[in-house]
């Protein structure tokens, strides 16, 4: 069974502020794990951005995968 990782890593000019992970099995379980904001950036939002970015990216693989549609990554 495949499983779909996201990481998400917030910075500002290099620096990271935050991280979050999420897995799912890309059909039916999904979760996040190790949110994480720098003590000094917490009470802003981060971390609840974060997630939200991190779960509209899991919803994008699980429709891409199910109906195998595949993007290009132009550099």
């Known amino acids: 069974m495949k499983h779909l990782v996201e990481n998400n890593i917030v910075d500002i000019d290099g620096q990271?502020?935050?991280?979050?992970?999420?897995?799912?099995?890309?059909?039916?379980?999904a979760a996040i794990y190790d949110v994480i904001v720098h003590l000094g950036f917490q009470k802003q939002g981060i971390a609840?951005?974060?997630?939200?970015?991190?779960?509209?990216?899991?919803?994008?693989?699980?429709?891409?995968?199910?109906?195998?549609?595949?993007?290009?990554?132009?550099?």
């Open 16 to 29: 990271i502020l935050g991280f979050g992970r999420a897995m799912t099995d890309g059909v039916f379980n």
């Open 48 to 75: 609840k951005q974060s997630c939200f970015e991190m779960v509209t990216e899991v919803n994008q693989q699980i429709v891409c995968q199910y109906f195998s549609i595949k993007f290009l990554k132009i550099a």
